[in-house]
């Protein structure tokens, strides 16, 4: 059984920061590539962030471009995504993925977990 937990997110205020993680049970990301998606209040579904199985491929949103940094600690089986300088339209639930590869990560997929709620907010 494959699972990934997210969590870490809540109410933040614009500009402020928030570290959401996603963690792995049941199987190691040490083999997969891992992505963040979001969904926020009448938008699509949209990935945030996707990091490959190396760690060294990287991409983003543009509307996540400068602001948020995706990583990996394979030792701790959790993936990380770093928001900076939040934005009200960075409200959403996000959501972590994994799969063989980046490519194979795409909002189409039908697996979703529960997600965790970010709020940004004055």
């Known amino acids: 059984q494959l699972h990934l937990g997210e969590s870490g997110g809540g109410l933040v205020q614009p500009g402020g920061s928030m570290r959401l993680s996603c963690a792995a049970s049941g199987f190691t990301l040490d083999y997969y590539a891992i992505a963040w998606f979001r969904r926020a209040p009448g938008k699509e579904r949209e990935r945030v962030s996707c990091i490959s199985v190396s760690g060294l491929m990287i991409d983003y949103a543009d509307s996540a471009k400068g602001r948020f940094t995706i990583s990996r600690d394979n030792a701790k089986n959790t993936v990380y995504l770093q928001m900076n300088n939040l934005k009200p339209e960075d409200t959403a639930v996000y959501y972590c993925?994994?799969?063989?590869?980046?490519?194979?990560?795409?909002?189409?997929?039908?697996?979703w977990g529960q997600g965790t709620q970010v709020t940004v907010s004055s």
């Open positions: 993925a994994a799969d063989s590869s980046c490519a194979t990560l795409q909002v189409d997929r039908g697996d």
